[in-house]
């Protein structure tokens, strides 16, 4: 049963520490977004990856936020430094970019800064 | 993306169908109906979606009006593990831009009662 793998599922660090979330895709997926979900916002776009390369970061704060896929199996989504105004949970998905072009979606990082 | 309007909420008794509805009244030609559930402390999951014909799948049958301006979603025999926030989402698949990404409003929330 293919699915989006994201760990860790939960984390918990303390203002300013550097926070990595990663994603393994499903296999043959070219497409990986990351989302963000709050109380406040819901369900926002934070970058997705077409082919590995980023086509769209413009919903990520450039300071403190990086996405990258080194490989076409691992997408990572790191925050530096981290405030309390980042808790929330981040999802992974992936898309095969043809068809009726569905995201499968991970279970999530559940982030806590303190 | 055409902005959709959905109840906040509905509730459905156990083993009845549930009928969610989505407006749409601004959709576009070339823009597809999808729906998405999330279960609480789960990612969003794809359940269904359609251009303009009725759709059926193992989770749910898609109704769609002729003037595309609003839809139905079926569960046919809600169960207790149906209860979760759905939504009603309008894009264009593999169009770029902006349409690679999937807008959530806030959804309806289902409670399927016993």
């Known amino acids: 049963d293919a699915r989006v793998t994201q760990t860790p599922r939960h984390k918990v660090t303390e203002m300013g520490q550097e926070v990595t979330m990663r994603c393994q895709p499903i296999l043959g997926h070219n497409t990986v977004f990351w989302y963000r979900q709050t109380m406040m916002q819901g369900l926002e776009l934070l970058a997705y990856?077409?082919?590995?390369?980023?086509?769209?970061d413009s919903g990520m704060p450039k300071d403190r936020f990086s996405a990258e896929m080194p490989d076409a199996t691992l997408a990572t989504l790191k925050i530096q430094p981290s405030e309390p105004r980042d808790s929330a949970v981040y999802f992974c998905?992936?898309?095969?970019?043809?068809?009726?072009?569905?995201?499968?979606f991970g279970a999530g990082t559940r982030l806590s800064v303190l | 993306d055409a902005k959709t309007t959905q109840p906040p909420s509905m509730d459905c008794a156990e083993g009845r169908a549930a009928n969610l509805p989505c407006n749409h009244s601004?959709?576009?030609?070339?823009?597809?109906v999808y729906w998405y559930r999330q279960i609480h402390s789960q990612g969003p999951q794809y359940i269904i979606h359609?251009?303009?014909n009725n759709e059926t799948n193992e989770m749910a049958s898609l109704i769609i009006t002729e003037d595309r301006k609003s839809s139905t979603l079926i569960l046919p025999h809600a169960t207790l593990r149906d209860t979760a926030v759905y939504y009603c989402?309008?894009?264009?698949?593999?169009?770029?831009?902006?349409?690679?990404?999937?807008?959530f409003g806030k959804g309806t929330l289902l409670t399927v009662n016993p």
């Open positions: 990856f077409r082919n590995r390369a980023p086509l769209d």
């Open positions: 601004t959709i576009s030609g070339n823009e597809y």
């Open positions: 989402i309008v894009r264009v698949p593999n169009s770029g831009g902006s349409n690679y990404k999937l807008t």
């Open positions: 359609g251009l303009k």
């Open positions: 998905a992936s898309a095969t970019g043809t068809g009726g072009d569905i995201q499968y």
